[in-house]
């Protein structure tokens, strides 16, 4: 059965994870908050907020589409290792793995959206790497993942309080989530835990309200709606 959250691309979502309840998965210990999804109910195109209670594993189990993962708190673990705050992993299609947490960590995480043949897997500790001037003054960001073969591109940004970034378009669309502090669009305010859409063709003026590090992934979204 197909399910849908926020599933018409050609629309703007935006979703913020304080007002949104945790949902318990199939898998005891693990729970998510949605903020999209298209597909079936437990293998469809999604972004979540996903947390591990302390001691939980993961079944085994494959990824067709890839995944994405950012570690927001606690370990993350699987067979490649450990994966502490500021973990990134991006696992191409294909990839099959049995995770778990001992003492348990909170992770957003992009589900059947890595499809491609030739797509890198990564694993980037982000807390080690350097920040990087990036347009106007104010501005910073670390790249994490960007394939020539691939029109979607993954980094964070880091603003100071008051950086306006000038208006700008968006021809494959963007996602954020903002990771810590607040900024402002035509849209509203989005604060820390606030998850945004915006579909390809839209333009926006954002300004950070006040320090604030953001993920943003751009390309990506199917053309249709």
Not at 29 to 55: C, M
Not at 159 to 182: D, S
Request: charged letters at 25%.
């Amino acid at each position: 059965m197909e399910h849908h959250i926020n599933a018409d691309y050609s629309k703007l979502a935006r979703m913020d994870a304080a007002e949104m309840e945790w949902i318990e998965t199939p898998t005891a210990g693990v729970w998510r908050k949605r903020f999209d999804l298209s597909g079936p109910q437990e293998a469809g195109r999604v972004t979540s907020l996903v947390r591990f209670d302390p001691g939980t594993r993961f079944p085994a189990h494959d990824h067709p589409g890839g995944e994405e993962i950012l570690v927001l708190d606690g370990v993350f673990s699987d067979h490649q290792g450990d994966h502490g705050p500021g973990s990134y992993l991006l696992n191409p299609e294909g990839f099959r793995h049995q995770p778990w947490s001992e003492p348990g960590c909170l992770l957003f995480v992009k589900l059947q959206q890595y499809a491609g043949e030739g797509r890198l897997q990564l694993a980037l500790d982000t807390e080690a790497m350097e920040w990087q001037p990036s347009g106007p003054p104010g501005v910073e960001e670390k790249m994490l993942y960007a394939q020539e073969e691939f029109d979607d591109r993954t980094f964070l940004v880091r603003l100071k309080a008051g950086t306006e970034i000038p208006h700008h378009r968006h021809p494959g669309g963007e996602e954020a989530y903002v990771i810590e502090g607040q900024i402002e669009d035509e849209d509203g305010l989005a604060k820390s835990g606030c998850w945004a859409r915006y579909p390809r063709g839209s333009s926006h003026q954002p300004k950070a309200v006040s320090d604030c590090i953001i993920y943003v992934k751009t390309g990506g979204l199917p053309a249709d709606g």
